[in-house]
């Protein structure tokens, strides 16, 4: 999968790229980048790329004109492309997964107040968004999404450990616990240290229910759950101490 990256920091995406899991996978042909610096694109001699909005209002925005050369010069026509705002839909799980199944991701990263809406009426597909805050860098949202998108691809790390993990199932994941087995006098689990494998699925499933209730319960509404987990739910929701849909009035969903 090829990401192209637009951008006026570079510097700041550069090391992502040259680290970790992202550097083996670009070593095993999995993955390849390319960096595009917008202000390359500037056509005034001081290398401008912002400018006040029409209207009045706080802040610069990023000129169209860089913006669209640059993106003209990037050759991957019809290439998916994603402008990371915090105006734009959630990313999320399933949104990576549809990322993931693209040969070509094109991100377009922002700075200052925003870019010009005819550039996004133009070029850009999704509009992306990693949470309701903002950012002051695009910069940081485009490692989020290139992150959680290339980690899905098949060869870059193991398959087991995707799908155990939050979200590929709605639920949040299970405690983790490694050496020793005491420390600072907390004891790991009692059941993770007796090798009963059925206990331990068992133990797991139960504590990502009710991480997910606590923390999360907004996830709850609308999952599938299987006789297993809404029998272990129940359990939950009777033991008390949880808010939220199945504590504040709704009821653990029957099966559909
Ligand atoms: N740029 C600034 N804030 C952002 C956010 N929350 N998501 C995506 N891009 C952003």
Same mark, same amino acid.
């Given at each position: ?6 951008? +006026? =920091? ?13 550097a083996? /996978?670009i070593?095993?042909?999995?993955? $390849? ?14 290398h ?5 909005? =029409? ?11 860089? +913006? ?10 019809? &290439? ?7 105006s ?10 549809e990322?993931? &199944? ?26 992306? $968004?990693?949470?309701d805050?903002?950012? /002051?860098?695009?910069?940081?949202? &485009? ?22 993990? $939050? ?6 994941e ?8 005491? =420390? ?6 009692e059941? +993770? ?17 009710? *991480? ?10 609308g ?27 709704? $009821?653990?969903?029957? *099966?559909?």
């Open positions: 999968m090829n990401f192209t990256i637009l951008t +006026l =920091f570079p510097e700041i995406l550069e090391g992502y790229f040259k680290s970790s899991i992202m083996k /996978s070593e095993k042909g999995l993955v $390849s980048y390319r960096l595009v610096n917008i202000r390359d694109y500037a056509t005034d001699r001081h401008k790329c912002d400018d006040a909005p =029409f209207g009045g209002g706080a802040g610069m925005l990023m000129l169209p004109e860089p +913006l669209s050369l640059a993106l003209d010069s990037v050759g991957v026509a019809g &290439a998916r492309t994603v402008f990371v705002t915090p734009g839909r959630p990313f999320d799980q399933p949104l990576a997964r990322f993931a &199944a693209e040969t070509d991701l094109v991100i377009v990263c922002g700075r200052y107040e925003g870019i010009d809406q005819r550039v996004i009426d133009r070029y850009v597909d999704d509009e992306v $968004s990693v949470g805050y903002v950012l /002051s860098s695009g910069e940081v949202a &485009a490692l989020a999404v290139v992150d959680a998108t290339y980690r899905l691809l098949e060869g870059v790390i193991n398959g087991e450990s995707l799908v155990s993990e $939050s979200f590929e199932d709605g639920l949040l299970y405690p983790q616990y490694t050496r020793p087995e005491v =420390f600072r006098d907390a004891k790991v689990p059941i +993770l240290l007796s090798g009963h494998h059925e206990n331990i699925r068992k133990w797991r499933l139960r504590e990502r229910l009710k *991480k997910t209730l606590k923390v999360r319960p907004d996830l709850m509404e999952l599938e759950l299987n006789d297993e987990a809404r029998k272990l739910l129940k359990d939950i929701v009777s033991e008390g101490g949880y808010h939220g849909f199945y504590t504040d009035g709704g $009821s653990v969903p029957e *099966k559909s």
